[in-house]
Structures are given as C-alpha cells and as structure tokens.
C-alpha cells in the first residue's frame, strides 16, 4: 500500500469515527423537522449514506455537525417533496400534513412541546432547532439552511414568539413576584 | 464528540455584544430567566441525542462499507 492510499484510509476512519459520533444530533435534529422517528431514522440513516459517499467533499478540521445537518436538511426536503412516506401530496402539503399529524391525538404520543413545534412552519421550526436546540450560531443555521443571516435571525424570532404563545398564552402578563405577599 | 448546547437567550447579537455577554440594556427581559419552553425545547433535542441508538443503525457501518465499495 502506498503512502497516499494508507492517508487516504487513515481520513476515511477519521471521518467514519466523526460521523458515527454525529448521529445522535441528527436524530434530534431529524425528529425536530419531521416530528415522526421512523421517518427520522430512515432520514438519519440515508443522510450518512450521503455525507459518506461525499466525503471528499468535506474539509476536515470544520464542523462535522453543520455539514451533515445541511445534508439532512435537502434530504428531508426532496423527500417531502418526492413524497416518499405519503401518498399523493405537494410540496405546500407538507405543512399542513405536519400540523395535521400533530393536532391529531394519537397515533404519536408527543408532548406539548412537540405538538407546538410541529405547528410552526417548516422554516420556524428548523430554524429553531437549530439555534434554540442544535445550539448553531445564525450563521451557522443560515448556512445550513441556505439563507441570509437576516433571514434566520428573523425565523427564530417568530418563532420564538410563536412558540412563547402556544406553550405559555399567559407569558405577557406574568411579571408578578410578590403574589404571597 | 461536540455538545455544543444552545445560547441562553440575550446571546442574539454577538458581534454587538461581543464580550459582554449578560450586560443589561439589550433586549433582556427582568432577571433574564429563560421562558420554560426554551428550556423544553432543549430538553427535547438532548432527549434524542442520548437515547441509544436503535438497532436499524447495527447495519449502518455495513452499509457505509458497501457504499464506499459500489463507488470505487
């Protein structure tokens, strides 16, 4: 073996050992978006299929997490589109089988904050995720997400917003402390 | 492995506040107490990230190295 093939297999552990180490925040971040974990793990593992077969394309030493999330991200999206998991539906129906899936009390038990961020729309929703959960910067979600920093800043705001009014339609008016006194 | 968690709120505008994280004047509410949902939302997200992974994922490796065979 050459001294180029051995690096060459030496990248493709480094790079096996960093995706392998991703995979729980996919998960997290697949069940965010698509809110159903089969769905999420078959997203899950088909994006590391992807990210693997494109791993020439990754600039070792940057974030492993952002690079796969984007690969996630435009998989979910062209299956929503493609429409693999759902008979017969277009793209704007994406949206609305979401929040039909969670208004719907069974077949999924999800919580309360569940049920509120499948009503965001898609955008909030990923964008949320990503900085309110993934922990990425704006700039970093804009990336990922393929738009301007503004955009982001501006989603995760509503979003934010949103969110505070399902889970807590009360917020605006506690500022009271001293209820006991 | 990386766990980089979320910003507490406040944190929007880096490059203003850059490093001055916590001072008063932004957009931080009284005592700057997180609002429970954000706390939940994260709660949500690290819920997944430590469960262990499903078996359906005891193939993946398998299938990786298939993956890299089929393109060389």
């Not at chain 1, 949103?162 to 009360?170: M, V, Y």
């Amino acid at each position: 073996m050459s001294v180029t093939e051995g690096s060459v297999a030496h990248d493709d552990e480094v790079f096996k050992r960093d995706l392998l180490t991703v995979l729980p925040h996919l998960r997290a971040f697949a069940r965010g978006l698509c809110g159903r974990p089969d769905f999420a793990d078959d997203l899950v593992q088909e994006t590391a299929i992807k990210a693997w077969t494109a791993r020439e394309r990754f600039t070792p030493g940057t974030n492993m997490r952002a690079w796969t999330f984007a690969i996630l991200r435009n998989h979910f999206l062209s299956e929503l589109r493609r429409n693999r998991h759902q008979a017969d539906y277009d793209p704007d129906s994406a949206e609305r089988l979401l929040v039909m899936e969670a208004d719907q009390e069974a077949p999924l038990h999800l919580s309360d904050m569940e049920v509120a961020l499948m009503k965001l729309s898609p955008e909030r929703r990923e964008a949320l995720l990503l900085v309110g959960a993934g922990g990425f910067t704006y700039e970093e979600a804009a990336k990922i997400s393929d738009c301007a920093v503004g955009t982001m800043k501006s989603r995760v705001a509503r979003a934010r917003d949103q969110l505070a009014r399902l889970l807590d339609p009360e917020r605006d008016t506690i500022t009271v402390e001293h209820e006991k006194a | 492995m990386e766990f980089v968690l979320s910003q507490p709120q406040g944190m929007d505008d880096r490059k203003r506040n850059q490093g001055r994280s916590g001072t008063a004047g932004d957009r931080a509410e009284p005592g700057r107490a997180e609002p429970g949902w954000a706390d939940g939302l994260r709660q949500l997200y690290n819920s997944v990230v430590h469960e262990p992974l499903p078996d359906s994922f005891d193939d993946l490796l398998k299938k990786l190295d298939r993956a890299k065979n089929e393109r060389d």
